[in-house]
């Protein structure tokens, strides 16, 4: 029993990886339709953006920050400083942004979706809204999915806006890199598809969120026991989705962009 115990979480995250698949195409097919209610989504927008903003923002600017000392001692060294404040900028919006909001969330609101959703499974709230002929897709998944996908990439460049900032600041203070100068390799080095990347990222990452989080809850079994499981295995999975869908997005994105 000990040994199989492995291979029967396997084999139940396998099931809860396909019952969560399908539930973003219904998601999908919900918002073509324009089962949409408003109010909820409203309310999760507000869950999702501002109350999320200070973290994403703080975080911002401790990456930023802890970047710019990493690299400016090393780039100056080799005559380089003049590119300090563009790769900052590059690795803030390609990647640093949109991964640190993306995993701030999912820890922040995918565990609350999950935790949320699924005591509404074990306390028998979710029968009761098919008893009122109430969708819980419409009324539960859907505004979540659509509050992660407009947000997210609203706290991204936020994220990207304060790290940078920040970079700014401490390349003056500690490095003695004229702001001028840290601007100006900005604007070299960054250009539009970087910021529209990061938030394509956004977008995407948001989307998984939300129905990781909601699909772990929707599946919820055994109480109490269950609800803490279903809420601690949906923040793993999204973290996993996340930086899977990282790689390929950013395989998709920029694989093309070196040529021979």
Same mark, same amino acid.
């Given at each position: 029993?000990?040994?199989?115990?492995?291979?029967? #979480?396997?084999?139940?995250?396998?099931?809860?990886?396909?019952?969560?698949?399908?539930?973003?195409?219904?998601?999908?097919?919900?918002? /073509?339709?324009?089962?949409?209610?408003?109010?909820?989504?409203?309310?999760?927008?507000?869950?999702?953006?501002?109350?999320?903003?200070?973290?994403?923002?703080?975080?911002?600017?401790?990456?930023?920050?802890?970047?710019?000392?990493?690299?400016?001692?090393?780039?100056?060294?080799?005559?380089? =400083?003049?590119?300090?404040?563009?790769?900052?900028? /590059?690795?803030?919006?390609?990647?640093?942004?949109?991964?640190?909001?993306?995993?701030?969330?999912?820890?922040?609101?995918?565990?609350?979706?999950?935790?949320?959703?699924?005591?509404?499974?074990?306390?028998?709230?979710?029968?009761?809204?098919?008893?009122? #002929?109430?969708?819980?897709?419409?009324?539960?998944?859907?505004?979540?999915?659509?509050?992660?996908?407009?947000?997210?990439?609203?706290?991204?460049?936020?994220?990207?806006?304060?790290?940078?900032?920040?970079?700014?600041?401490?390349?003056?203070?500690?490095?003695?890199?004229?702001?001028?100068?840290?601007?100006?390799?900005?604007?070299?080095?960054?250009?539009?598809?970087?910021?529209?990347?990061?938030?394509? #990222?956004?977008?995407?990452?948001?989307?998984?969120?939300? /129905?990781?989080?909601? =699909?772990?809850?929707?599946?919820?079994?055994?109480?109490? #026991?269950?609800?803490?499981? =279903?809420?601690?295995?949906?923040?793993?999975?999204?973290?996993?989705?996340?930086?899977?869908?990282?790689?390929?997005?950013?395989?998709?994105?920029?694989?093309?962009?070196?040529?021979?």
């Amino acid at each position: 029993m000990t040994a199989a115990a492995p291979f029967g #979480k396997l084999r139940l995250w396998s099931s809860r990886a396909r019952a969560a698949a399908f539930l973003g195409g219904q998601v999908l097919v919900h918002m /073509v339709l324009g089962k949409i209610h408003r109010r909820n989504t409203l309310e999760q927008m507000r869950i999702v953006g501002p109350d999320s903003l200070g973290i994403i923002v703080l975080a911002g600017i401790s990456i930023g920050s802890v970047f710019t000392i990493q690299v400016a001692r090393e780039f100056i060294k080799y005559g380089a =400083s003049s590119a300090i404040g563009g790769i900052l900028a /590059v690795a803030m919006a390609r990647e640093l942004a949109p991964v640190f909001a993306a995993v701030i969330l999912a820890g922040r609101v995918g565990s609350a979706f999950a935790a949320e959703i699924g005591t509404m499974r074990v306390t028998e709230q979710i029968d009761a809204l098919y008893m009122l #002929k109430t969708d819980p897709v419409d009324y539960l998944v859907v505004p979540r999915a659509i509050a992660c996908a407009l947000m997210l990439p609203l706290l991204t460049l936020l994220g990207f806006i304060a790290g940078t900032g920040a970079g700014l600041l401490v390349a003056a203070a500690g490095f003695g890199i004229s702001s001028y100068a840290f601007l100006n390799s900005v604007r070299m080095f960054l250009d539009a598809w970087d910021l529209l990347a990061a938030l394509v #990222k956004g977008l995407c990452f948001g989307v998984l969120i939300a /129905v990781i989080g909601c =699909s772990w809850g929707l599946t919820t079994s055994g109480g109490a #026991k269950g609800v803490g499981e =279903s809420t601690t295995t949906a923040v793993v999975t999204s973290l996993l989705a996340i930086l899977i869908a990282n790689f390929f997005l950013s395989w998709l994105m920029f694989q093309g962009g070196i040529t021979a």
